[in-house]
């Protein structure tokens, strides 16, 4: 699997990000910050991020949680075949240093990873049983 961040891997339009808002599968909550998921048909996770100036007030200090983010997404993707996913920001999230947002985006992308698997085994168990 390509590691990159290209444009296929990212949600791009207005439409994509509403498709998660609303019709979220999964939901993972971090240390100030909200991560929805839904399930594509792509083969590939693609990643959206919602950071508002109200929660991050310094562009500086909102590009650097991007990167960071963009950055944890690019080395777990294979773990998450065929998911949207939009992260909401919220206050506070500034306040982590890069290594501890790293390290709290590399345990939901574990956190995500799991209930997908959970769901995958309930639904298939319902099918079989």
Known sequence: ???????????????????????ANNKV?????????????????RLGLVISKKSVKLAVERNRIKRQIRESFRHNQV????VDIVIVARRGIADLSNIELRQQF??????????????????????TG
Not at 29 to 45: E, F, I, M, T, W
Not at 79 to 82: F, H, N, S, V
């Open 1 to 23: 699997m390509n590691l990159g961040f290209g444009r296929e891997k990212r949600l791009l339009t207005p439409q994509q990000f509403k498709a998660v808002f609303d019709s």
């Open 29 to 45: 909550q971090g240390k100030s910050v909200l991560l929805l998921a839904r399930d594509n048909q792509l083969g590939h996770p």
């Open 79 to 82: 773990q998450l075949d065929g």
């Open 106 to 127: 590399d345990k939901m992308w574990k956190r995500l990873a799991r209930q997908r698997i959970t769901a995958l085994q309930a639904a298939h168990s319902d099918s």
